[in-house]
């Protein structure tokens, strides 16, 4: 148990589809962050919040959008994806943005038909 | 350009033996590193880090060695069990505000 919750673990979803991927943890701490896992790449970061404040979009597509509504909370809305979206995606939370380990959930792994 | 990298893809190593994983690091900037362990259909899990005023730093059964001069981060696993079978990232972070830059990964297998 890592103390950070990713749901669902696994997504089928259609190009035209909309879903959401959601993120909760009970560590108390102040960033979390979203990042993109594909196979034989490096961890690819998407986005940085700082309490509940995106403070970094790493040029991700619009078809991504995340949402913090709180420090604990962190969702990614997905819409008209592509099939190079297929992936794992893994949420990951500090206890604040820096020279701080980061702590990732299990990932929801994702399918584009 | 800056990268974070592992000098190979696979490491096969007895089971009670000695495990040494290596990486290599660019940014001369780069004052935190990190190394993690991935298990299949899991996340990455911390495993230990270092700052870069430390050359070596222990956890259990576990350490981390840093060399800045020729910027090289290495990661030592003490009688290597079956449960460590994993893949291992490292990651550095090239300062207070900013992200953290992981490498491809190496898979550690464990003979029996």
Redesign the interface.
């Known amino acids: 148990e890592?103390g950070?919750t990713?749901t669902p673990r696994h997504l089928v979803m259609g190009m035209t589809n909309k879903k959401s991927l959601k993120c909760e943890q009970h560590l108390g701490h102040n960033a979390m962050y979203w990042y993109k896992q594909s196979a034989?790449?490096?961890?690819e970061?998407m986005f940085?919040y700082n309490f509940k404040e995106q403070t970094?979009n790493?040029s991700v597509p619009s078809r991504f959008s995340p949402e913090c509504p709180n420090s604990s909370h962190l969702f990614l809305h997905l819409h008209t994806l592509q099939p190079e979206d297929s992936a794992l995606y893994?949420c990951?939370s500090s206890p604040r943005?820096?020279?701080q380990?980061?702590?990732?959930?299990?990932?929801t792994r994702l399918s584009i038909l | 350009g800056e990268s974070v990298g592992l000098h190979l893809p696979t490491l096969s190593v007895q089971e009670g033996d000695n495990s040494i994983i290596n990486c290599a690091y660019s940014n001369s900037a780069s004052d935190y590193f990190i190394w993690y362990k991935q298990e299949s259909g899991k996340g990455p899990q911390f495993i230990i880090d270092i700052r870069s005023n430390m050359d070596k730093r222990q956890g259990q059964r576990v350490t981390v060695l840093l060399n800045k001069t020729v910027k090289h981060l290495s990661l030592q696993i003490a009688a290597t069990q079956p449960g460590d079978s994993a893949v291992y990232f490292c990651a550095e972070n090239g300062g207070a505000n900013s992200k953290l830059t992981f490498g491809k990964g190496i898979t550690l297998s464990v003979r029996p």
Request: proline content about 9%.
């Open positions: 890592t950070v990713q034989k790449k490096p961890l970061l940085v970094e790493n893994l990951a943005i820096g020279n380990p980061q702590h990732f959930g299990d990932g």
